[in-house]
């Protein structure tokens, strides 16, 4: 395997952030945090690709699949924010500098963390045939996807419409998850990692820590308990939303 390539996206990552933050910080906007955050994922993917100048089946489908979910998600956040004026997780953030750089470099461990298996699989000179464990990781990236979309897109409509004004969703694949969404995104970069994991050897195993720090930060940190305090903020004296939330799984349907 090819370690530059690993060092020049970190480099690369960092100072996209950092570069991205002084422009945020001056303009005091938070509104193309999410867009840089996913451009960085689709630009890194894509130069790994030709850093390590294998050009494996397997390493083409995964960079394409990264692409593509970078694009939807990425083009997704940055119209949302666009039309909702603000993003309400950076509303003090961004009034600090300091702070605010402490975010925007939390996005740079974010991406590289995330990115990681792909990272190595693209640095890989050599390559094996494809089998079994790569269309598996590639199913459940697939299934991740349209998970993550269709929540997305169903939530999206649910907010349109304005007969909903001041209500929560809980039709769709939210009656039987309070989260579908982010339980899309732990898949399929949990497939992505499984297919990568199929030419690895060593330490590189430990790339593993890709989907558990994506499972990590939208489960304990920045995800689900931000939304859950700002949805008991909201609808906290309301009997549906209490009965919602006590009936409705929280990421996996029926589980937990």
């Known amino acids: 395997m090819d370690v530059s390539v690993l060092w020049k996206a970190g480099a690369l990552d960092l100072g996209i952030q950092w570069g991205c933050w002084a422009v945020a910080a001056a303009l005091g906007t938070e509104k193309f945090f999410d867009l840089v955050g996913s451009a960085t994922y689709a630009m890194l993917a894509y130069l790994s690709l030709q850093w390590g100048g294998g050009h494996f089946t397997r390493q083409k489908v995964q960079t394409t699949m990264v692409l593509i979910w970078a694009v939807r998600l990425g083009s997704f956040l940055f119209l949302r924010v666009m039309r909702e004026g603000k993003d309400v997780r950076f509303e003090e953030a961004k009034k600090d500098p300091v702070r605010f750089l402490v975010v925007w470099t939390l996005q740079a461990v974010w991406v590289f963390t995330t990115l990681l298996p792909t990272l190595i699989l693209n640095a890989k000179s050599r390559d094996r045939s494809l089998g079994f464990q790569d269309y598996l990781g590639w199913s459940m990236w697939?299934?991740?996807?349209?998970?993550?979309?269709?929540?997305?897109?169903?939530?999206?409509?649910?907010?349109?419409?304005p007969e909903n004004s001041g209500k929560f969703i809980q039709s769709g694949l939210w009656s039987i998850s309070q989260h579908p969404n982010y339980l899309g995104e732990i898949t399929l970069w949990l497939g992505l990692y499984i297919t990568a994991a199929r030419v690895m050897s060593g330490w590189e195993y430990l790339s593993v820590v890709s989907p558990m720090f994506v499972a990590l930060i939208l489960i304990k940190v920045s995800g689900i308990p931000l939304l859950d305090k700002l949805g008991m903020k909201r609808w906290g004296n309301n009997p549906g939303y209490l009965a919602y939330r006590e009936r409705t799984a929280v990421l996996v349907p029926f589980v937990w």
């Open 142 to 161: 697939a299934v991740g996807i349209l998970l993550e979309a269709v929540a997305d897109y169903q939530k999206s409509v649910f907010k349109a419409d």
